[in-house]
């Protein structure tokens, strides 16, 4: 699902610099690079767990990793059962990060983090 999603992206943002991660361990930094909104980096977290989902798990996980990576925003993307499309799948955050990704900033959360 990783290499889908990461060429659905590639494609659908005409950047070829966009591709699956290296597995970082503790640190993780989600799953896909290279995903910006202007200068800023995005969190890219995807899910396949055959059609079941775990919202808050994931978007608290996706959130952890926008920390490490110091990512202006995190997003989960989760398989949908049955559907291989990669811009057919589901993506998932907290109003917060929908909020940071249309500013391109932060600052509506500070104080808060």
Do not use: Y
């Not at 909104?37 to 808050?56: N, P, S, T």
């Not at 110091?70 to 909020?99: H, N, Y």
Request: charged share 35%.
């Amino acid at each position: 699902m990783e290499r889908a999603v990461a060429d659905g992206l590639a494609w659908a943002l005409e950047d070829t610099r966009i591709d699956r991660k290296v597995k970082t361990g503790a640190k993780d930094r989600g799953d896909i690079a290279n995903v910006r909104h202007g200068e800023h980096r995005i969190v890219i977290e995807v899910k396949d767990r055959g059609g079941q989902f775990f919202a808050a798990e994931w978007v608290a996980e996706a959130e952890a990793e926008r920390v490490n990576d110091g990512a202006l925003a995190g997003v989960v993307i989760a398989k949908r059962k049955g559907v291989t499309d990669p811009m057919k799948q589901w993506c998932l955050m907290e109003v917060s990060e929908f909020v940071a990704l249309l500013r391109g900033d932060r600052k509506h959360m500070e104080g808060k983090e």
